[in-house]
């Protein structure tokens, strides 16, 4: 029988290649304009599972982007993993800084990854990903080698907070039941420290306008006579966080889970060298909550970030005006035990109460989700871990992350079922930045530990 | 003779419509993309001064964009009278909110100009304004009235700073001798109270840059663990106030002349109806410096505003990242003594200083210029009250403004003369906003004042 790696070799020029296809197609769920090629993009990947072996694919309408569903049933009796990606992808913005053009992938060799990486927007985030698992199952059924069930779900809106999917699920939780998740939507710690994300912090995700005059005014007849919005909402934003970089909103820390010491420690025995981290982003320092480390203020506790802001005149040269309004995207990662809509609730009271007199404030909800935390010491974790010993030679490390997954905690509640994060991912990736990239070897690898996930839960499942 | 007003009745439909084909012209100096409009605007203003009477005209180069300079001399032992003003316009954004198009000029009845208005970028910044003076030369010219020599100095770089103007003013310090110079650059109180600025606040104008990682960043994957350069940004601007709306640069205020007892109560005495400038601009509350009035507060203090604000993600929809950088345009309104340079140093020095670790910061100052305060017991104030009052029946309203036209205090240097600001625009008149308009009725009595100006400036210079 053919092992993973042997299989994988034979065909990488036509996964490259597959791959590569997938990412030419703008799937932007952000933006309207290209709803078109999502929707090409979905069609893609129902083909795609069809080609890998699924005995039915379809593309599942929803009220907002289509769901793809496939499915392989060799046997009800025996268990069924069921994988979560997604097909659509970041904005690219800002455009001028992409060295190639985003949805024009090339495989480029960089210092971390000398086997060359493919760089486009959507190559890590999630398509690449994405389509290891599309890939570990063709090789699993064309050799024969599927020990189990597997069912696929890959939808066209994680980028915009899912919008659809708590309806998909709602109405399809049969079809979807499955006795384990499998997603790689996250990163590894590098190419030799295999790590399994433990934990996903949730997020609050809304928008804040500030209007003062109703038409921008002269700054000079009106400066210093009425409020500059501008200068409100740099104000009331900057109240959100004290001289310590906690967040001032009422109420925001009263559920978080503080973890106990021995975790902490265990948290800080993870590999990890600030100065390169430093480097990599090209930062002079630091900075974050007050008493606790770097990696802590990036995975156990929440935070509070401006993602963008506007107003007044941005243009070439000077304009002397004051905005009728300023605008803010603001975004709250949170924690267990965060409810989400409480914290956004608790956000919008508290911006609104703040609000000076000369101006009045809107705060709109966009998305959210809970955070999450697997369970280590489950027969989930344990397969995933094992594969990883079978093709790294060495355990994961468990790791706490920063990002958010908010549909991981919902699938809980509707599947009943718990989340393995298998990423293979580097942080140095540039997901959501100019030049995301995904290594090649990182791609194959990934492809090729799959298959000894499904092997080991399969054997532990029918064990136990 | 015919009195100017029996000469304009006659002449008002031509003159509108001369003004209307100037307006035309999209003479946006701020924007490069506009250079070969800004040059066909200055032919245009030459070729009306030749028409208006002037002996001489031409388009005179500069580093920058062209100043136009036109002269009518009857005789060198009479007084002479410099006009300066712009041709050039503010840019027009923001373009949707405009009701008819900014470059196509059209006349609309309103509340207050139920003559009409011309609603144009430019109508009364300054083109219309600036048109009235060549208007008025032409009466004076066609009825054999001109009382004095006249020069006319039309320059294409106000609203940038007028960066070139020094330079032609060093130059041409002979060519350009006078006696006083007029500017209608400014408003009046209203349709029956005329008043003539005696106060302009200085300018500083500054961009600044505030640069965290090297890259955009996961707001997830980093979100707490390194400073946001939009959030610093924000803290950093917000901390440029205090909670009496002070600005905490220090030194700023040192320099700053504070008002007699007196002259704030006679101030006080102008028209000014608080809840009538409220609801016209529709803001719930003003908002200014602790102890001081609205009116103070927008003339004799000085003032910060952020013009523009702008970094990270700004488009349709959510993107959860990190900016790399985040800018703001800043400008500050002077009062006397400041020195604008040296504010603009201190400034810099202090934004500079105000920035944590984890980000750098630049500051790049613009452009900029001193406060200006004209004497209203010389014969130029003098001469334009007896003008007012031959036109309007009343005395002129001395009147602190807040705008700034930072050459005024260059020519008293240069030129050594006072300039007079004899003003006809209206606030409402929503100059550097959208739907920027003139009254007809403004723009017709602006050309029937202004002869008289000459006449009594004339015979006051010739007595004394």
Not at 221 to 250: C, F
Request: hydrophobic share 35%; with cysteine.
């Amino acid at each position: 029988m053919l092992s993973p790696k042997d299989y994988i070799e034979k065909n990488k020029d036509a996964f490259l290649n597959e791959l590569i296809e997938l990412l030419k197609i703008p799937s932007v769920s952000a933006d309207p304009a290209f709803k078109d090629d999502v929707n090409a993009a979905a069609k893609v990947v129902k083909k795609s599972l069809l080609a890998a072996g699924c005995d039915t694919a379809e593309v599942c309408e929803t009220p907002g982007l289509p769901i793809v569903y496939g499915e392989k049933i060799i046997d009800p009796k025996l268990p069924t993993v069921l994988v979560y990606g997604h097909y659509d992808v970041q904005p690219p913005d800002p455009i001028d800084l992409w060295t190639s053009p985003p949805f024009e992938p090339v495989i480029k060799k960089t210092d971390i990854h000398p086997e060359g990486a493919i760089f486009a927007r959507g190559a890590c985030d999630d398509k690449g990903q994405m389509f290891m698992h599309v890939k570990a199952l063709q090789y699993m059924t064309e050799t024969d080698n599927l020990p189990c069930n597997v069912k696929f779900m890959i939808e066209g809106e994680e980028e915009v907070g899912s919008v659809s999917l708590e309806w998909f699920l709602e109405r399809n939780q049969d079809k979807l039941e499955n006795d384990v998740i499998l997603i790689s939507d996250t990163g590894m710690i590098s190419k030799d420290t295999p790590s399994i994300t433990t934990g996903l912090r949730g997020l609050s995700y809304v928008e804040v306008e500030v209007t003062g005059p109703n038409r921008d005014l002269h700054s000079g007849l009106y400066g210093g006579a009425v409020a500059n919005p501008i200068n409100i909402l740099n104000k009331m934003i900057a109240s959100l966080q004290d001289e310590d970089n906690r967040i001032t909103v009422p109420g925001f820390y009263d559920k978080v889970e503080e973890l106990s010491k021995e975790e902490r420690q265990k948290m800080a025995e993870a590999p990890f060298d600030l100065d390169e981290y430093k480097e990599h982003i090209g930062i002079p320092d630091v900075r974050g909550e007050k008493a606790y480390s770097t990696l802590e203020r990036a995975s156990i506790r929440p935070t509070l970030d401006v993602n963008g802001i506007w107003g007044g005149y941005i243009g070439e040269g000077a304009k002397t005006v004051i905005a009728s309004k300023a605008y803010a995207k603001i975004s709250m990662r949170l924690v267990p035990n965060h409810n989400w809509e409480e914290i956004t609730e608790l956000f919008k009271k508290h911006f609104e109460s703040i609000a000076p007199a000369g101006v009045t404030v809107e705060v709109k909800p966009h998305h959210g989700g809970q955070a999450y935390v697997t369970p280590i010491d489950g027969i989930e974790y344990k397969a995933a871990d094992l594969a990883f010993k079978d093709t790294f030679g060495k355990d994961a490390i468990p790791l706490r992350s920063g990002g958010s997954i908010p549909i991981v905690s919902l699938f809980e509640g509707y599947l009943k079922s718990k989340t393995i994060l298998m990423g293979f991912g580097l942080n140095s990736d540039a997901i959501h930045s100019p030049n995301e990239h995904f290594g090649v070897w990182n791609f194959l690898k990934g492809i090729e530990t799959i298959p000894y996930f499904y092997k080991h839960f399969t054997d532990l499942k029918t064990k136990s």
